[in-house]
């Protein structure tokens, strides 16, 4: 399997409560958070790729450069759209959207690094070590 440029992923979910930029600490009000819909774009770009990947792999997301450009209330849905534009060996490069009932709400870039599972936790595993 493989990665290629026009691979596209989806993820939704409803803004509630939990996602506002309240609960995030983000902001005082109560409308869908930047952090969640950070979160949901790398959703989308992760989830797109994951079954095009060797057995024993992921992704990680390494940078992410977005604008959120409307607000979104309590009880509408949102869901963010990628689509894989660069393939440099491990390296990803995605556009990210996101989206409310009424339209866009935001958009940018977003680069992922493809990496072993195993060899990546033990890296990061050393981090605890004495």
Do not use: Y
Not at 29 to 47: H, R, S, Y
Not at 59 to 74: E, F, I, Q, W, Y
Not at 84 to 112: Q, Y
């Amino acid at each position: 399997m493989s990665v290629t440029v026009g691979l596209k992923g989806r993820a939704e979910t409803l803004v509630n409560d939990a996602n506002t930029a309240q609960a995030a600490c983000s902001g005082a009000l109560p409308v869908f958070g930047t952090p969640f819909m950070c979160a949901l774009m790398e959703e989308a770009a992760w989830k797109s790729i994951a079954p095009h990947l060797e057995v024993g792999q992921s992704t990680v997301g390494t940078r992410l450069n977005v604008s959120h450009d409307s607000a979104t209330p309590v009880g509408m849905k949102v869901w963010a759209e990628s689509e894989v534009t660069e393939v440099d060996g491990k390296r990803l490069l995605l556009t990210v959207t996101a989206f409310d009932e009424k339209g866009p709400i935001g958009t940018g870039i977003h680069e992922r690094f493809i990496v072993t599972n195993d060899r990546f936790l033990s890296k990061t595993a050393k981090k605890l070590e004495g």
